[in-house]
């Protein structure tokens, strides 16, 4: 796992200059890399890589990077990890290549110099972003892997291309003093997250997950897609696996095997993730079963019952015999995170997950380099909450005369202020439904499926009140072709959410809190053979209309107990609305102040009235005053920054 940045300003840019900002740059990654922190130069070009190195496979000078081809034409420029890679290995030693080494990074090089990078990216399986240049043609490849594991920034300007696996990497160049795009900003509110291809800042892209550029001599050259979820998606539509249920529960068996197994490889310490969850136990129950010690695995506990998880994992760590350590953390350590986030994720995020992925990812790395995490689970095998209320409401739409649903919208209107939040505390009530339970009067009067998944999905619906003068895009999400392509709308559900929340931010929230303390966080359930097997699976093997997982529930019971797994899904995060309320009330006082909000762009009313009402009225407006919060915070950091 690695940090990589660069910039290429063409013939004039002075040899000093390039060494000097790529030297910045990889300082500014060094927590993505601590082991060694390096630069490439073409002066001739006026081209520098910058990189930084976290050493986890082929630990030795032949593994360093940038790496520079046998042939001499090609350096690489990497990050990430590719397994399985001895197939491609053992054809390009068939050709007469001679390795130096055993690392990923040499393969993927050379197999680019030999083959060429389209042949080269359907062979490869894992997670990556790397820059390739071509000394001969002149040419720059930028390419981020199929789920978009790995983040790739960049911004084309009059003076040049510059690109970094985080957007503060780019600000290393003196010459680049981008603005604040308000339009991405009303898209962060909408979603907790800035929505790819945008980032936070005008002029600054995400390259989207399974595309590539190539920027020639002249600057030209737009994103690529090579590789796509959305015909696996259609095909299993179309013509669904025959296979049994137990016979589908073999292979999928199979292939989790040999996407963990593969993940396992490393010449360091490696460890996992384990809430106690269906995913997390999965992903440990595969890697006990093909190891010959105690895999050792890591849970984050809190004292309040609500958002305790540790309990539940320490029985699957028990059952399963893995090293397993829990860390009971307290408010006080929680919110001791809260100041650094901004600096730690360069964009506003407020997925307050965030938190605890942070401190579990702390954790993990006091006892190895390397851990592997459940996420994509849900996503692909219906695993939120919001699948089943997605699939009734639809169904409900569809039925009930536009007039019943108006009565229905007005009777809700009518619950007194409080009663969802009320019914949140009760024994064995599930937040997420409480929270989605308000939303019904709204999505009573939606027309259409397409307009209940977006409803579902914003957090500010209406984003424009809070930052004037812009247009929040809705992107993919406004697709209607969508709805005729992928009509069932929890496996529509299921693919927008691959392609928008999953990258944007889960894995965002993965990358970016195990980065922080140079942990590197492999997802076995993103191995793309898995995505197709799922999505080729029927939906009664997914979802049964109110349960998701039915056939990772099936595997998991082939190790787990199912009454040490089988429960209401909690999520993984921590009583947000109660530290505002409580210990982080001035903090939030402090932000949350007219002038404060004028200041970052923000229209206060909205705001204020919001804050009251999580305040004085006992409603939960945690969700939506966290995303503000997060955003003034992150403001508060990066303003003098962005203004110099």
Known sequence: MCGIAGLWLGRGAGADMLARTATAMAAILRHRGPDAQTTFIDASAGLAFAQTRLAIIDLSPAGALPMTSANGRFVISYNGEVYETAEIRADLEKRGLRFRGHSDSEVILESCAMSGIAATLPRLIGMFAFALWDKQERQLTLVRDRFGIKP????????????????????????????????????????????????????????????FITIGPNGAGEPRRWWDLRPLVTAGLTAPSTLSATEAEGELDRLLRRAVGGRMVADVPLGAFLSGGIDSSTVVAQMQAQSVRPVKTFTIGFTEPAFDESTDAEAVARHLGTDHTTLMATPAEAMAVIPDLPEWYDEPFADSSQIPTYLVSRLARTAVTVSLSGDGGDELFAGYVRYGWGDRLCRYLARAPAGVRKLFATALDGVPSGFWDTLEGL????????????????????????????????????????????????GILNDRDLETEIGPIVERMQYLDAITYLPDDILTKVDRASMAVSLEARVPLLDHRVAAFAFSLPRHLRFDGTTGKILLRRVLARYVPRQLFERPKTGFGIPIGEWLR???????????????????????????????????????????????????????????????
Not at 434 to 456: C, Q
Not at 460 to 466: A, F, I, S, T, V
Not at 583 to 589: D, I, K, S
């Open 427 to 474: 024994p064995g009530f599930p937040r997420q439904v409480a929270i989605k339970a308000g939303k019904l009067a709204e999505i009573s009067r939606l027309a259409d499926s397409g307009d209940v998944y977006r409803r579902l999905v914003s957090i500010w619906p209406n984003p424009q009140e809070l930052v004037s003068g812009s247009a929040a895009n809705w």
């Open 152 to 211: 790739l920034y960049y911004a084309r300007t009059d003076r040049g291309f510059v690109w970094g696996s985080e957007l503060k990497a780019l600000l290393a160049w003196p010459d680049f003093h981008p603005t604040i795009d308000r339009d991405a900003l009303a898209s962060y509110f909408r979603f907790n997250y800035v929505p790819a291809p945008a980032s936070i800042l005008r002029g600054v892209n995400k390259l989207p997950p399974g595309h």
């Open 582 to 644: 409580g210990p982080l009330r001035a903090w939030a006082e402090d932000l949350l102040q007219p002038a404060a909000l004028i200041s970052s762009g923000l229209t206060p009313a909205p705001v204020r009235q919001m804050w009251s009402e999580h305040l004085c009225r006992g409603l939960n407006r945690e969700t939506e005053i966290w995303t503000v919060l997060m955003y003034q915070a992150w403001f508060a950091r990066w303003n003098a920054r962005l203004a110099s």
